[in-house]
């Protein structure tokens, strides 16, 4: 969760320290600039990229399926370097927004990728994944859930995303298609949060993504919801366009191919590997 | 000569003002920034906001009781401490860095410690969940104990810094007298530190009103129950900055109030 003090600075620049300030963390934050290539020479394979460093934010949701992709396109391009931060989608929606050093977003449903858009920093967004919720119940289901209802029982802890983030707006969804009153014990910012409370054992029961259920892998168990096919989470990527960025070309390019590769052959088959369903 | 050589000790070299000057920039500038920022005309709507006023009742009441608290275990503590001076060195020096770690650990560690020891399945949080059907985090207990386990340094170091620099010899006094250690202990030795107490107790309400990441980590974030509001001033950055912005500020506003209420010299520093 890198954040940019930029903007900080753009609204202070009155103030005389701010000049020196700016000077002092721009060596600290900027990286934009890598050396020149020194040794190879261009190849024949034009699809080699050049050096240059991207940063994605991404869905918290998207952390294993992120990790694996950006070392595959981190071994088919050497000299570019893939730096995914993973949040909460409404949360990195806002640091892009507020000026963090961001290359490739990609959010785990539309509203906080039209933000972006809207504000100017990324066009034409592509739906490369779909994730649908699952129950998850800590290994060997302490509290006997069998379903959805066993959400609305008071007397077990129960985690879910909050209706801020993506997961907690599909949870919200899905509970009120099915007329169920939750009640939970905690409203966590992140799937990821949510999923480390089963996996802890703290709740008994909570709703996650399928694929977090996946990842978790021996921790956790999952309970096929059958309602859930209904409420689908669409996760769009784009790169990021602002127009007051240092980013380099070779920068902006090696963000397009991520972006292509992501949303191509190679990406849907990493996707589906995670769990992610097909747009 | 003489008024030379005031004059140089009265001033700094210029490079080492100029650099302050850029260290307290760094300290200062961002909260300008969220000041500058702040969506002035909407405040109070902002702020008037149900969500918010809970998030403000359940943040004061839990850092008054996690205050409450910490003067209860951290003014023994201190005493502890302050004693500790005769101690062989090893003892000595554990005994403060397990005082001065939580003041160093990120809050989040300090909220997984807590969970691996209070939690369903933690060293304590096991057997009270099996004997008594006690669980402990996702309760406003909860944050109240991440609270107190933040906080707690700082009461303990401020009432520290007090005993170490009050005059012992009121004490002796009524120990020749024939006071007891505990008569001594409550009618002169408290009287004594009553203000490194109060500055104490401030200081430990303002870090227990900021604190997050033990809470998020360890209590969970539920309106009404665990939901504080540097939490809900986090989960309100995903949706909407400007009620973020507005927490922020009430935030800081009243840590800076709390802060320029205490004398120089029972801040943090200046006492240790």
Known sequence: ?279 | MARAAARSTGRLAWPITAIAVVALAVLVLPLVALVVRAPWADLPELLGSSAVLEALVLSFTTAITATAVCLVLGIPLAALIAHAESWPTLPRRLLRAAVTVPLVLPPVVGGIALLMLLGRRGLIGQWLDETFGLTIPFTTGAVVIAQIFVALPFLVFAVEGALRSSDRRTELAAATLGASRWQVFRHVTLPLVAPGVAAGAVLCFTRALGEFGATITFAGSLPGTTRTLPIASYLAMQTDPDEAVALALLLLAVSVIVLLTLRDRWLPGSTA
């Open chain 1, 1 to 279: 969760m890198t954040r940019s003090p930029r903007t900080t600075l753009r609204t202070a620049t009155g103030l005389a320290a701010a000049a020196l300030v700016a000077l002092a963390l721009a060596g600290c934050v900027t990286s934009g600039d890598e050396p020149a290539e020194t040794s190879a020479p261009p190849t024949e394979t034009t699809a080699t990229l050049e050096a240059a460093d991207v940063t994605v934010l991404a869905a918290a949701s998207l952390t294993e399926a992120f990790d694996d992709l950006a070392a595959q396109f981190e071994e088919a391009n050497p000299d570019v370097t893939i730096t995914v931060s993973y949040g909460g989608s409404g949360a990195l929606a806002t640091q892009i927004i507020e000026g963090a050093p961001a290359d490739v977003f990609a959010s785990a449903a539309e509203p906080p990728m039209q933000q972006v858009v809207d504000a100017g920093l990324a066009t034409g967004p592509v739906v490369f994944a779909t994730n649908t919720l699952e129950l998850v119940v800590p290994a060997g289901n302490p509290a006997g859930v069998t379903g959805l209802d066993d959400l609305a029982n008071p007397d077990l802890r129960i985690a879910l995303c909050d209706e801020s983030v993506p997961c907690g707006a599909a949870s919200a969804k899905l509970l009120a298609n099915e007329g169920i009153t939750a009640a939970p014990d905690t409203l966590e910012s992140d799937v990821k949060a949510v999923l480390t409370k089963v996996s802890l054992g703290e709740v008994d029961a909570a709703l996650v993504y399928r694929t977090d259920v996946k990842a978790a892998g021996d921790d956790v168990e999952g309970i096929e919801v059958p309602a859930a096919a209904d409420v689908v989470n669409r996760y769009p990527i784009a790169a990021i366009t602002d127009p007051s960025s240092d980013a380099d070309e070779a920068q902006v390019a090696a963000a397009a191919a991520f972006v292509e590769f992501v949303t191509g052959d190679a990406g849907r088959k990493t996707l589906d590997t995670y769990g992610f369903g097909t747009p």
